[in-house]
């Protein structure tokens, strides 16, 4: 799954549906980094995208990031 929306990205589908994919699914596979990068995008593509805020929490939860987990 991750490789198929990696492939989607390198093709220049990019949107914020896609890297909050991308997010979950490193997420899933423990890259709490990775994740983090790409539901950040995805937030910033789509401010409102409330999903996108709950998983990069997480993420930044993950990596330690404390006060930037609240913040989101």
Known sequence: MRERLEKLLAQGRDSA????GLGDAY????DAQQAATHLA??????????AAWKL???????????DEAQAA
Do not use: M
Request: aromatic content about 6%.
């Open 17 to 20: 549906l896609l890297r909050f």
């Open 41 to 50: 995008q995805a937030t910033i593509q789509q401010p409102g995208y409330s």
């Open 27 to 30: 997420l899933k596979d423990n």
């Open 56 to 66: 990069l929490g997480k993420a930044l939860h993950q990596l330690g990031r404390l």
